[in-house]
């Protein structure tokens, strides 16, 4: 599957701004069973500085200094993907949970796809017993790692209330685990706290899913929306295996990954600093569009 992924941010504010530095995080990368065809970005007003890195977990970051006098600022970031994921294994066939948490805390590399960087507590997902003890009813001794994590997967998405007006990216883990609604990236970071509050690397993946109207009418541009999941190690065999606890499904092809790390915090799609801005507002429109040959 190819995707045309269209991804618009537009910030007004409530004063003029003089400075703008920002560092985005828009852009995807290849990955397995991922590759990037094409890739651009528009800013308005334009940057007088403009240079492109990869931070430490493999993802693309554009670091951009404005110093034109601005009241709005958009952010156009327009990319090409193929997507080719293979078949994910039987889950009743992958290694103990046990076992691959041994693993994990035997591993010698401190590189980006090691498991030892996922094992512990993060800026977004703190140790919280709650969420252990719930992931703890699907990790029955010796059940396989992938079939307990796929069983955990669904009883978030059985349990809790999909509803973007009960939180906000600052919202604390704790919050959204005790009223038991939030959108996908609580989901995930909860599910990501039960499994490495067992001992096992989870990864926080931000991206798109590609949306297909229940009644067939033509998809509204622009209402897509960004996506977050979770990676599993699974041991040296199997490597990592996505879940999406907000979709109770296991990642597919219509999937695209954007950025990955610990959670939020390390793959913020935008962030910065402004001088001269007193409040601001956001609009965020996403377009994913498979093309048609």
């Not at 990864?203 to 109207?213: D, L, N």
Request: glycine share 6%; with cysteine; net charge negative.
């Amino acid at each position: 599957m190819i995707y045309d992924i269209k991804h618009v941010t537009i910030y007004e504010y409530g004063s003029t701004v003089t400075f703008n530095y920002c560092a985005l995080r828009l852009l995807p990368q290849d990955g397995p069973g991922q590759r990037v065809l094409e890739t651009k970005l528009q800013i308005d007003p334009a940057p007088k500085e403009m240079q492109e890195r990869t931070c430490f977990f493999g993802n693309r970051v554009t670091s951009m200094m404005i110093e034109t006098a601005h009241r709005e600022l958009s952010v156009v970031a327009t990319s090409v993907v193929e997507i080719d994921r293979p078949k994910p294994p039987d889950p009743a066939t992958t290694g103990a949970w046990e076992f691959v948490r041994e693993e994990a805390f035997d591993s010698e590399s401190l590189g980006r796809r090691s498991p030892a960087q996922y094992l512990h507590p993060s800026r977004y997902v703190p140790r919280f017993a709650p969420a252990t003890d719930y992931a703890r009813e699907s990790f029955t001794d010796g059940r396989p790692v992938l079939d307990a994590a796929v069983e955990l997967m669904r009883r978030i998405r059985k349990d809790f209330t999909y509803d973007p007006t009960s939180t906000v990216i600052s919202t604390p883990l704790s919050q959204a685990f005790a009223q038991k609604s939030g959108v996908c990236q609580d989901f995930a970071h909860i599910m990501i706290a039960g499994l490495r509050g067992l001992g096992l690397p989870a990864a926080y993946i931000s991206g798109y899913i590609r949306t297909i109207p229940l009644d067939g009418t033509p998809k509204l541009e622009g209402s897509d929306a960004m996506h977050a999941w979770v990676s599993l190690w699974c041991g040296e065999r199997l490597g990592w295996i996505g879940l999406d606890p907000t979709n109770s499904t296991l990642v597919n092809n219509d999937h695209v990954m954007l950025a990955e790390g610990r959670d939020y915090a390390d793959i913020s799609p935008v962030a910065g600093i402004v001088t001269g801005a007193r409040e601001q507002d956001i609009d965020v429109q996403v377009d994913v569009v498979p093309r048609r040959w």
